[in-house]
């Protein structure tokens, strides 16, 4: 059973454009959540986090948004660049001492 | 430079020959996981550790074996590899397990 989602397995944008990654939780222990960008051939790299307490958290292009009630949170890239062309992986976890619950991820494509 | 190392970064293999996978990370985290990435299915957690000679299951830990003897040091083991376990395998410290993990690189594994 999966306890974080993302829908949309692929995204294909314009640059300058935004793209919006999508993910969805089902356990509302969850009270971290993390956005992780992956290159092929790396490994992921942490990209932005938000707490429960807040419901938006901004860093440059990439912003988060986080609604409780629904149990979704999106990331926000705005202007996309062909640079963000990666495959980026929602997280979470419900408490300091467990392991973060990965999504599927989501490849997003930035067409120039 | 802060980093997890993983070695190799390439390895085929035959059926049934045991290999480890090394994990060395040099920021003194606690906290140590071992993800396998496959298409469609994400990351998946294979192990973790906690603490030195501290250990857990995660979702698929299934073939794999792994020993945490010091805290820098996390192999990953498999003692009769087989043609599913063919991955791509990563490696992830933090100090602690809910919050910013540093991924390695990644080990490309064929099991022929």
């Known amino acids: 059973d999966q306890q974080v989602k993302q829908n949309s397995p692929s995204l294909s944008v314009q640059e300058g454009r935004i793209s919006i990654l999508n993910c969805d939780y089902t356990n509302s222990m969850f009270d971290y959540f993390l956005w992780y960008k992956k290159y092929p051939a790396e490994g992921p790299t942490f990209l932005i986090s938000i707490s429960s307490i807040k419901d938006k958290n901004e860093d440059g292009r990439f912003t988060v948004f986080l609604n409780k009630s629904a149990k979704h949170l999106s990331l926000h890239i705005v202007p996309s660049q062909p640079g963000d062309s990666a495959v980026y992986f929602c997280a979470a976890s419900s408490l300091p001492g467990t392991p973060l619950v990965f999504g599927k991820g989501t490849r997003l494509s930035v067409i120039a | 430079e802060a980093q997890v190392t993983q070695n190799p970064r390439y390895l085929i293999t035959v059926t049934g020959k045991k290999l480890t996978v090394t994990c060395s990370q040099n920021m003194n985290h606690e906290y140590m996981s071992w993800y396998r990435q496959d298409p469609g299915l994400g990351l998946r957690q294979i192990y973790y550790?906690?603490?030195?000679?501290?250990?857990d299951k995660g979702d698929v830990p299934e073939g794999y074996k792994v020993s945490r003897k010091e805290k820098r040091n996390f192999p990953l083991i498999l003692e009769s590899p087989s043609p599913n376990q063919t991955s791509l395998y990563f490696c992830a410290s933090s100090l602690t397990p809910g919050y910013g993990y540093t991924f390695g690189s990644g080990t490309r594994l064929t099991v022929v």
């Open positions: 550790s906690m603490n030195v000679e501290v250990t």
